[in-house]
């Protein structure tokens, strides 16, 4: 019965890739998800197709459990180190716009990984991968328990998880696989092992036990990671766009302190909106900032864990999809206050520009 229900769950997300096929074609009418890799993703299942790749003995997911001085003999010395609420510290490697890593550490172990952009060695998967190849590849589990000391969690995921974040093993290790929703191709993947995904806490999860939880912040701290989500929000936001051959965004302090006010105004109004009733729509609010600008647009987003989740989150949705990937604008500023996100792009005059 298992073994039937698992066949049936698999040709309900082949069902679902039909929804990749119809909004992933290019102008020229190019299909990326053809419906003869479909057939022979469900003939792979019967031949008994494996939920865990393995440890893999090369590439970046070959770091998790290694320590903080083998991180820096592979990766080198990060670009900074930031703080999460998660018990460990992100070393971030944003040296390159075509390979970019956040390595989590704590007590001087790598227990959590995130890499995106099309260099990113993260071997056994390839950023920009089909999803037709992860089916044929691996199989998708609905369900995953696992037990930490003398508690024992539950997570599961819904059709929406399978289609677009998918969980499998690598190893003793879980790996998610963030897809693109429009392109039909791997986006990034955040490897975790047992502690950090009951923090991060992804999907919906069930526990018998004592509930494994990070720490509360002090609010300087809670102020540090706020502050760090929205440089990370900035460097994926670039790794994407360079990826969808478009130039990278410049940080703009006066826009970023636009978007932090709205995000504040957010929380503190409890209008999750792009109109504040304080303080008006967005050209009401960057004109008040003092922003120059010759174009505008806005992302917005509550309660995601962190940067990675929110710009992926951000990249699957139609509307800030498109402002994510506007080629005209030039600048970028974000503000985080309370897990309340806003990103503010912004198009400068080409004349002030020469300025600079």
């Known amino acids: 019965m298992r073994a039937l229900f698992r066949i049936l769950v698999l040709i309900c997300i082949f069902l679902a890739a039909g929804f990749y096929i119809d909004i992933g074609r290019k102008e020229k009418g190019e299909i990326l998800v053809s419906q003869e890799n479909t057939i022979k993703d469900i003939n792979n299942k019967e031949n008994n197709l494996s939920s865990n790749t393995g440890f893999p003995e090369k590439g970046v997911a070959s770091l998790m459990g290694k320590s903080a001085g083998e991180l820096k003999e592979s990766l080198g010395e990060p670009s900074r180190i930031d703080p999460s609420f998660y018990g460990y510290d992100w070393w971030i490697y944003n040296k390159s716009s075509t390979d970019y890593i956040q390595a989590g550490v704590s007590n001087n172990k790598v227990v959590s990984l995130f890499a995106t ?17 992860l089916y044929s590849s691996v199989f998708f589990e609905t369900e995953f328990s696992l037990k930490v000391k003398d508690s024992s969690y539950r997570f599961e995921l819904s059709e929406d998880d399978l289609n677009t974040r ?39 999860m069930v526990y018998r036990g004592e509930l494994l939880e990070p720490p509360l912040p002090s609010p300087a701290f809670e102020e540090e990671v706020e502050r760090a989500k929205e440089k990370q929000i900035f460097d994926i936001t670039n790794v994407i766009r360079v990826r969808h051959q478009l130039k990278p965004l410049i940080w703009d302090d006066l826009t970023a302190s636009a978007a932090l006010a709205h995000s504040k105004d957010m929380y503190e109004s409890n209008v999750f909106s792009h109109t504040s009733k304080t303080y008006g729509v967005l050209t009401d609010r960057l004109e008040a900032g003092k922003v120059s600008y010759e174009a505008a647009g806005e992302n917005i987003a509550a309660n995601y864990s962190d940067a990675p989740a929110v710009v992926e989150g951000w990249l699957n949705s139609k509307g800030h999809r498109d402002s994510l990937l506007n080629e005209e604008f030039t600048h970028l500023g974000v503000g985080v206050y309370k897990k309340h ?10 004349d002030e520009e020469a300025k600079k």
């Not at 060695?121 to 089909?130: A, R």
Request: hydrophobic content about 40%; overall charge negative.
């Open 341 to 350: 996100y806003t990103q503010n792009f912004i198009k400068k005059a080409d």
């Open 166 to 204: 998918p969980l499998v093993m690598v190893g003793e290790y879980y790996a998610q696989l963030n897809i693109d929703r429009f392109t039909g191709t791997l986006s990034s993947v955040r490897l975790m092992d047992a502690a950090a995904l009951i923090k991060l806490r992804p999907y919906e």
């Open 117 to 133: 952009g099309e260099d990113s060695d993260i071997y056994p998967f390839k950023i920009g991968q089909p999803i037709g190849e």
